[in-house]
Each structure stands twice: as C-alpha cells, then as structure tokens.
C-alpha cells in the first residue's frame, strides 16, 4: 500500500505564508509527477501546482508568483510555500503522486492525501 500524509495547514492572517508537506511511504518503486489540489467548500477540486520528477513546475494562473512547489525525491516529499495568502485561498489541500508500486507495473496510479485545511481569515 502506499500513503500520502499531508501536514502544515492551518489558520493565517491574510498577506501571511504557510508551507504544506506531503510525505509518500509505503510501497513505491517509482515516484514521478507529485502535484497540490485545492477544494474550497461548494467548487470542484482545482489543481493549484505540479512538479515532475526531473523539477519542472507548473502553476494555477492564480497562484503564480506567490506559491512554490518543490520536493525531495530522496525523502519522496514534495511541498508547497505558500506566501501572500489571501482569502479566497482558504480550502483543503490535497495531495497527488504518480508512483509504480512495483517494477512489473507497466503503468504509474495515482494516489491521494487526506487533505488538510488551510484557512485565511483576520
């Protein structure tokens, strides 16, 4: 089984920073694309930040500038700075990987977090 365990949310004033962690374990044989997702109350789940395994980013036009995704591919963790932050930031952050479980797989399965919630407020 594989887990994906995300820690740092929580409660900031606005213009505040926070940094989210996702740590994988279990049974990985290869780790690839590692991503963060976001799920305000009553909208969809939006993708807000992706990395590939060789460090390419992408980012969400409404967090570029202000967030950065990076990762440790030796600790299998990837993570998210997140600075400026504003209201409409408040939601559950989820975490995504791409991993092969074993070498005989043929194709990678995406896996999730459990989410945790970070809330911009005064």
């Known amino acids: 089984q594989v887990q994906l365990v995300e820690s740092g949310g929580g409660l900031v004033q606005p213009g505040g920073s926070l940094r989210l962690s996702c740590a994988a374990s279990g049974s990985i044989f290869s780790l690839n694309a590692m991503a963060w997702y976001r799920q305000a109350p009553g909208k969809e789940r939006e993708s807000v930040a992706g990395i590939s395994s060789g460090g390419i980013t992408i980012y969400a036009d409404s967090v570029k500038g202000r967030f950065t995704i990076s990762r440790e591919n030796d600790k299998n963790t990837v993570y998210l700075q997140m600075n400026s932050l504003k209201p409409e930031d408040t939601a559950v952050y989820y975490c995504?990987?791409?991993?092969?479980?074993?070498?005989?797989?043929?194709?990678?399965?995406?896996?999730w977090g459990q989410g945790t919630q970070v809330t911009v407020s005064s």
């Open positions: 995504n990987a791409e991993i092969r479980m074993r070498w005989s797989d043929s194709n990678y399965k995406r896996f």
